[in-house]
């Protein structure tokens, strides 16, 4: 059990993440960005796969709202 202990004592550290300025934070979002722009259509859908089914689910809830009132327009006349 002594010898568990001393192993564990012997791995890393835990990382310590340093603060960052608002400089530092606005070069990754700058970086951020301009990876984000060179992506291609299927690069993006691959990335973003859950992005793209909660749009899709969506704009068809709003689409239907609209098919909705048609119908019923169509039903009473």
Not at 10 to 17: G, Q
Not at 41 to 53: C, R, S
Not at 55 to 71: A, D, H, K, P, T
Request: hydrophobic share 40%.
């Amino acid at each position: 059990m002594t010898t568990d202990l001393r192993e564990k004592d012997k791995e890393d550290p835990v990382d310590v993440h340093t603060v960052s300025t608002k400089q530092e934070i606005a070069e990754d979002v700058r970086e951020a960005t301009e990876l984000e722009h060179k992506l291609t259509f299927f690069q993006a859908v691959k990335l973003y796969p859950k992005a793209i089914g909660w749009s899709m689910y969506f704009s068809l809830g709003v689409i239907m709202l609209g098919e909705i009132n048609c119908l019923l327009y169509a039903c009473v006349a």
